[in-house]
């Protein structure tokens, strides 16, 4: 029997995958290895136009990748560094002259190196925006002087030339910060003086923008000050752009511009000779007043006082007497009905009446003290009391203040109301007893009684009705006067447009019809207070205007209070530079003092608009206040 042999399979060996390579453009091994014989350095100093372009194309593609590194490459910024130099020092000079462009076409040859240099320019404007890569430009030798004779030589009107520059002053931003002029350079060697004739002069508005900001990051050096006299066209370039409020770069840069030479004392106290110094701090406040709007939410109180309405056409009212059949009924029973039934005929239940406990007591004792002795009266107490028992409704309370009340509410007094009062006689200064009469004929008859006994006074005859002084020559003038108090029988026509209700103030319960003019104002219907209010930050453009003109306001106010200065307990201006305290005090010139006066002129035509500026910070809000006290006592 043949033996059977088992054997064990043998394992499977993994394989790993083999690695393919990336050949995609810009990643190839061979084309970005950091050697000397890199092809794309090569390529670029070969001469040949196939090679540069092609070495040109991949890096404007690398230099947008935040990892790409100039120094890797030995020999690249040389190579970018070729046809910029070409350019600014010879290939300008083959542009036509203006206008010939239009009829005749430019080189090929010009046409290919200009496109070089461009290209050239934006890979290392490019590669600047990476820290490492801006500080490998900022060391080389051949990029100031590659920026000083690009801005000397290089015509910024002509069309061909305007991208050169800007890539070129992009990349001077990078060494401005920290870049010194000393002030004997010549003006041919100062980037300063032509970065100011761009921004004063020329009409491309990204260009104006960028030596904006190459200008501001050079002066912003305070050991470049000395070159402020030098930018005075700048500084009137960007007044000029101010009022651009549309354009934010544009406004940011030149708003930044103003401050940096105001920042510096020598520079603020001659700004306030400025021609312009008045339309400048109007456009200031007109830019945060703009934009204030944008940042303000309207909020509404509601301020209506307490008031109630009663009709226009009240009944005059007295209060109500117990006849003497009433009262002789009421003596009849003995107590507490007594009390009972003269509160019932007294008062009535009122939800918003109010007396108080010692009135009701007083009219109490006055109607019952004479008939004392038939019966004895109740104690005030129990007469309050027996308020609960008659109207269970009313509630006697004590209402707290600085001197306390003690008042029953829920109740008031009975009111005696009669329409024919109007009909009432007045004669003998309102003291005719007579009742109220029912028309007017009544009224009139009754009167004539009167007139038949008028005696006369000097030959003149007095009307005696209520606080008439009129006299006459006759009894029958006299008459003819006197029928004229009589009123008519018909209250006067209201006109459509006059209310069928009075508006009375909360203080007022009743309707005076008496001394109508003893009532108090009532409220109007509807009483708000509506006002804006910020709710964010302004921008910081605005902010910076807001410091340009507080910077001015204390210098032309500087006799008011002086300037902050930096120590333990002041942080000084921010951006402003503190002078040195060794320094000899600055001898005040009458140009200053001229300063002062025209400054303090211009802040009080502006004292309207800074009453309206409104910031939510209130440290800001502080120097808007600090500025409106300080002009509204010049004033």
Not at 56 to 61: Q, S
Not at 183 to 200: E, T, Y
Not at 224 to 240: E, F, G, K, V
Request: hydrophobic share 40%; net charge negative.
């Amino acid at each position: 029997m043949a033996a059977n042999y088992y054997y064990r399979p043998a394992a499977a060996v993994p394989v790993p995958p083999r690695q393919i390579a990336n050949v995609r453009d810009d990643y190839e091994r061979w084309y970005t290895e950091t050697s000397p014989n890199n092809r794309m350095s090569l390529s670029l100093r070969s001469r040949i136009h196939s090679e540069i372009s092609w070495a040109l194309e991949r890096l404007c593609r690398l230099a947008y990748n935040e990892q790409f590194a100039l120094s890797a490459y030995p020999g690249l910024i040389d190579g970018l560094f070729e046809w910029p130099e070409w350019y600014v020092t010879q290939g300008y000079k083959q542009i036509q002259p203006t206008g010939a462009d239009l009829l005749f076409a430019p080189p090929r040859e010009f046409v290919s190196q200009h496109r070089y240099a461009l290209e050239s320019l934006f890979i290392m404007r490019n590669a600047a925006l990476n820290e490492q890569n801006s500080r490998e430009l900022a060391g080389h030798s051949h990029t100031l002087p590659l920026i000083c004779k690009a801005l000397e030589n290089l015509n910024y009107e002509k069309d061909q030339n305007q991208e050169v520059l800007l890539h070129i002053i992009d990349i001077f931003q990078v060494l401005a910060p920290n870049l010194v002029i000393n002030a004997s350079v010549p003006d041919s060697s100062n980037p300063i003086v032509p970065l100011k004739h761009i921004v004063a002069l020329s009409k491309n508005r990204s260009l104006i923008i960028s030596a904006f900001t190459a200008l501001n990051s050079v002066l912003s050096n305070p050991s470049n000050a000395s070159h402020l006299s030098r930018a005075t066209d700048s500084l009137d370039a960007a007044i000029r752009y101010m009022p651009l409020f549309v354009d934010k770069p544009l406004l940011e840069v030149s708003l930044e511009h103003i401050y940096i030479h105001i920042a510096h004392p020598a520079a603020a106290r001659a700004f306030l000779l400025n021609p312009k110094l008045r339309s400048v701090l109007k456009v200031l406040c007109t830019l945060v007043l703009t934009e204030q709007q944008n940042l303000e939410e309207k909020v509404t109180i509601d301020i209506t006082g307490r008031m109630h309405s009663v009709s226009a056409t009240n009944l005059a009212s007295r209060d109500y007497e117990l006849t003497k059949e009433e009262l002789d009924t009421i003596l009849e029973k003995a107590e507490p009905q007594r009390c009972y039934d003269w509160m019932r005929q007294m008062l009535v239940p009122k939800p918003e009446g109010e007396m108080t406990q010692v009135d009701i007591w007083t009219m109490y004792k006055d109607t019952f003290t004479p008939y004392q002795e038939k019966q004895p009266l109740l104690g005030a107490s129990e007469v309050i009391k027996n308020i609960a028992m008659v109207y269970p409704t009313a509630q006697a309370m004590v209402l707290p203040g600085q001197v306390q009340r003690f008042v029953v509410r829920g109740i008031d007094r009975r009111k005696n109301t009669s329409e024919n009062d109007r009909f009432k006689c007045q004669w003998d200064a309102n003291a005719c007893s007579a009742a109220p009469l029912a028309s007017p004929s009544e009224l009139a008859e009754h009167l004539f009684e009167h007139l038949s006994n008028v005696q006369p006074s000097a030959n003149k005859y007095h009307c005696a009705w209520a606080t008439c002084s009129q006299t006459a020559d006759s009894p029958q003038r006299l008459r003819s006067h006197a029928l004229t108090h009589i009123p008519s029988s018909q209250p006067p026509q209201r006109h459509p447009s006059q209310s069928e209700t009075i508006t009375l103030s909360g203080t007022d319960p009743y309707y005076a019809v008496n001394t109508p003019t003893a009532r108090a104002i009532p409220p109007p219907p509807k009483t708000t207070i509506v006002y804006e209010k910020p709710t964010l930050d302004p921008p910081s453009y605005c902010l910076t205007a807001l410091l340009i003109t507080r910077i001015l306001f204390r210098v032309a106010f500087a006799d008011v209070e002086a300037a902050p200065k930096a120590d333990d307990d002041h942080f000084g201006f921010p951006g402003v530079v503190e002078e040195d305290p060794d320094a000899p005090d600055h001898e005040v010139q009458e140009t200053d003092v001229e300063g002062s006066r025209k400054g303090r002129k211009a802040f009080a035509n502006i004292r309207n608009m800074l009453e309206n500026i409104r910031i939510r910070d209130d440290a800001l809000m502080n120097w808007v206040g600090e500025m409106l006290d300080a002009v509204s006592a010049d004033i």
